[in-house]
């Protein structure tokens, strides 16, 4: 039982001449979320009158985090698709009070906005392999070192500056090379951001049995191709209570998977974060359902995966239990808000 192969049979059922109730959701779909969700059938039934469902999977690294969610929206696939695609818009957040689109090829007016948080600035001066808290390679902890003059009233200025050109530099570079191109942390034990990733990808089995045009695609970056793919690289900064703020950059594809009848997915793979993150894996699937009267609806079906630097659990320092918290609480409101937005803007 996989996730996007119950997802499409029940996005399916209208046109296979299977009941869909309006109280609950198709057949296989509540089976999924019965039996490998280990959700129950009042649960799955509150799906319809529009509660969201949040859960904290189980994983198999103890730096690893995975959270599901789901809920039923009263509006049309090609509505919130269309809305999707307009990523000057989609890409903002609550949470993010900065981001910027890279354009094709990518340029210092892409990253205008971008800057280093002050806090960090002191953290950067003081960055060797081994002992840094920020997540950056070793050759620009050394660059950093020799270009930056730190006995300036405000190197901050010159921060920015090298952060903006490099942001350009890296993302050209991984257009070109793909994986191949991404990020060495060495702020603790040189970590490749292409090992992490894969790892996240190797935990997401229904990517490979169900969409593996997706697979072949995120695997063959940039040489593989995905018809009719919409896909965008940006970056961001996002800022969640008790955590510090988050400067990332993210390569997001959209798309209607052949494999998948009635079914449109998003995967946004992080290649880049300078705090916590060595990985991260999102991977929706916009759903066909029968709404309220029979009008046609969606569910909105995530999966994030999280792969931390470093996560004690236990004890005074249980920083995995807090963090986790955090993430299945931003899960619930990330889903709420889709709901309201998405349904205040089509009438529903």
Same mark, same amino acid.
């Given at each position: 039982m996989r %996730?996007?192969?119950?997802v499409?049979?029940?996005?399916?059922?209208?046109?296979?001449?299977?009941?869909?109730?309006?109280?609950?959701?198709?057949a296989?779909?509540?089976?999924?979320?019965?039996?490998?969700i280990?959700?129950?059938?009042?649960?799955i039934?509150?799906?319809?009158?529009?509660?969201?469902?949040?859960?904290?999977?189980?994983?198999?690294?103890?730096?690893?985090v995975?959270?599901?969610?789901?809920?039923?929206l009263?509006?049309?696939?090609?509505?919130?698709?269309?809305? %999707?695609?307009?990523?000057?818009?989609?890409?903002?957040? #609550?949470?993010?009070?900065?981001?910027?689109?890279?354009q094709?090829p990518?340029?210092?007016?892409d990253?205008?906005?971008a800057?280093?948080?002050r806090?960090?600035?002191?953290?950067l001066?003081?960055?060797?392999?081994?002992d840094?808290?920020?997540?950056?390679p070793? +050759?620009?902890?050394?660059?950093?070192?020799a270009?930056?003059?730190?006995?300036?009233?405000?190197?901050?200025?010159?921060?920015?500056?090298?952060?903006?050109?490099?942001?350009?530099?890296?993302? +050209?570079?991984y257009?070109?090379?793909?994986?191949?191109?991404?990020?060495?942390?060495?702020?603790?034990?040189?970590?490749h951001?292409?090992?992490a990733?894969?790892?996240?990808?190797?935990?997401s089995?229904?990517?490979y049995?169900?969409?593996?045009?997706?697979?072949?695609?995120?695997?063959?970056? #940039?040489?593989a191709q995905?018809d009719s793919?919409?896909?965008v690289?940006f970056?961001?900064?996002d800022?969640t +209570?008790?955590?510090k703020?988050?400067?990332?950059v993210?390569?997001?594809?959209?798309?209607a998977?052949?494999?998948?009848?009635?079914?449109?997915?998003v995967?946004?793979?992080?290649?880049?974060?300078n705090?916590? &993150?060595?990985?991260? &894996?999102?991977i929706?699937?916009?759903?066909?359902?029968?709404?309220g009267?029979?009008?046609?609806?969606i569910?909105?079906v995530?999966?994030?995966?999280?792969r931390?630097?470093?996560? #004690?659990?236990?004890?005074i320092?249980n920083?995995?239990?807090?963090?986790?918290?955090?993430?299945?609480?931003?899960?619930?409101?990330?889903?709420?808000?889709?709901k309201?937005?998405?349904?205040?803007?089509?009438?529903?």
């Amino acid at each position: 039982m996989r %996730l996007l192969g119950y997802v499409a049979l029940a996005g399916c059922g209208a046109t296979m001449g299977v009941p869909l109730h309006a109280q609950q959701p198709p057949a296989r779909l509540a089976t999924f979320l019965q039996q490998r969700i280990g959700l129950d059938s009042a649960r799955i039934a509150s799906i319809e009158r529009g509660d969201v469902i949040v859960k904290v999977l189980d994983t198999e690294n103890k730096r690893d985090v995975a959270v599901f969610g789901i809920i039923a929206l009263d509006v049309p696939r090609e509505v919130y698709v269309a809305r %999707l695609q307009d990523f000057p818009s989609s890409l903002r957040a #609550p949470t993010r009070p900065r981001f910027g689109i890279f354009q094709v090829p990518a340029s210092a007016a892409d990253v205008e906005r971008a800057s280093v948080a002050r806090n960090d600035v002191g953290d950067l001066k003081d960055c060797h392999p081994g002992d840094c808290k920020i997540k950056i390679p070793a +050759t620009d902890m050394q660059r950093l070192h020799a270009d930056i003059d730190w006995a300036a009233a405000d190197p901050q200025g010159q921060l920015n500056a090298y952060l903006r050109r490099r942001l350009v530099e890296y993302v +050209t570079d991984y257009r070109a090379r793909g994986d191949s191109a991404l990020v060495v942390y060495d702020d603790h034990g040189g970590v490749h951001a292409s090992d992490a990733f894969a790892a996240l990808l190797a935990q997401s089995p229904y990517v490979y049995q169900d969409i593996p045009s997706l697979r072949q695609y995120l695997a063959g970056y #940039p040489h593989a191709q995905l018809d009719s793919a919409r896909e965008v690289l940006f970056w961001a900064i996002d800022s969640t +209570t008790g955590l510090k703020p988050i400067l990332s950059v993210t390569h997001l594809v959209s798309y209607a998977p052949p494999e998948l009848p009635g079914v449109y997915v998003v995967a946004s793979k992080q290649i880049y974060a300078n705090h916590y &993150f060595e990985g991260v &894996f999102d991977i929706a699937a916009i759903v066909d359902r029968a709404g309220g009267a029979g009008k046609p609806g969606i569910y909105l079906v995530l999966l994030r995966r999280f792969r931390f630097d470093d996560l #004690p659990s236990g004890g005074i320092l249980n920083i995995r239990g807090k963090v986790v918290g955090k993430l299945r609480d931003q899960m619930r409101v990330d889903l709420e808000r889709q709901k309201t937005t998405s349904e205040k803007a089509h009438g529903s």
